[in-house]
């Protein structure tokens, strides 16, 4: 399985983008990053995820490198509701034989008011 | 329902007693996963059911932790003789299918005193 690294923490100004990076130098071609985001007392929620293009959603965009050996999650405009710890994560799109995955420590954000 | 839900909320448990832990997926969702969070730290996979499938068990700590699903519904986690390295939030999450995005439930605090 590939390796992610996040760093532990991040603040954001509320109202303004958020970026978070992740890196995935050990990537393979067939895995996908996912990000899940995981608030205070709560059970993580899926917010996105990509192979090799960009990807957007109603709650984030998704940027990967073109070598895929990292990526940055982007939430456009950060509220106070998006304080949360930020897992990267990724998993391969055709082996659906290894789902024995363990999210990481993540990236805890703390949005500023 | 409109999501994963388990019971309880939360379990304060003495060392030594069995718990069962409960877990209602997603209707209609195949696949179901067991995880466990210790304080401060990432997701640790546990286990994984997979429609009609043998599980995946090879995640579960010890043989004094086992887990049920009857069919494509309701699983168990049980561990047995608890002790208080067991003590963490215990998350299950469902999937449409096997190796789609997972939505998890709000998780079992358990504390073993």
């Known amino acids: 399985d590939a390796k992610t690294t996040q760093p532990p923490s991040m603040d954001c100004a509320e109202g303004r983008a958020a970026n978070l990076p992740c890196n995935h130098s050990t990537i393979s071609g067939n895995e996908y990053v996912y990000w899940y985001r995981q608030i205070h007392s709560q059970g993580p929620q899926y917010i996105i995820h990509?192979?090799?293009n960009n990807e957007t959603n109603e709650m984030a965009s998704l940027i990967i490198t073109e070598d895929r050996k990292s990526s940055t999650l982007i939430l456009p405009h950060a509220t106070l509701r998006d304080t949360a710890v930020y897992y990267c994560?990724?998993?391969?799109?055709?082996?659906?034989?290894?789902?024995?995955?363990?999210f990481g420590t993540g990236t805890r954000l703390t949005i500023i008011p | 329902g409109a999501g994963v839900s388990q019971s309880p909320s939360n379990k304060v448990t003495e060392k030594g007693k069995d718990v069962e832990l409960r877990c209602d997926p997603i209707?209609?969702?195949?696949?179901l996963y067991w995880y466990r969070q210790r304080l401060g730290q990432g997701l640790e996979f546990l286990i994984y059911?997979?429609?009609?499938?043998?599980?995946?068990k090879s995640g579960l700590p010890s043989d004094r932790f086992s887990a049920e699903r009857t069919g494509e519904s309701v699983s168990t986690l049980t561990i047995q003789r608890t002790q208080q390295e067991d003590s963490a939030v215990y998350l299950c999450a469902s999937s449409p299918r096997y190796g789609g995005s997972k939505f998890f439930g709000p998780g079992t605090r358990l504390t073993v005193l």
């Open positions: 994560i990724v998993r391969p799109t055709t082996n659906f034989g290894n789902e024995k995955l363990t």
């Open positions: 209707s209609g969702h195949t696949a």
């Open positions: 990509g192979l090799k």
């Open positions: 059911f997979q429609g009609n499938s043998a599980p995946d």
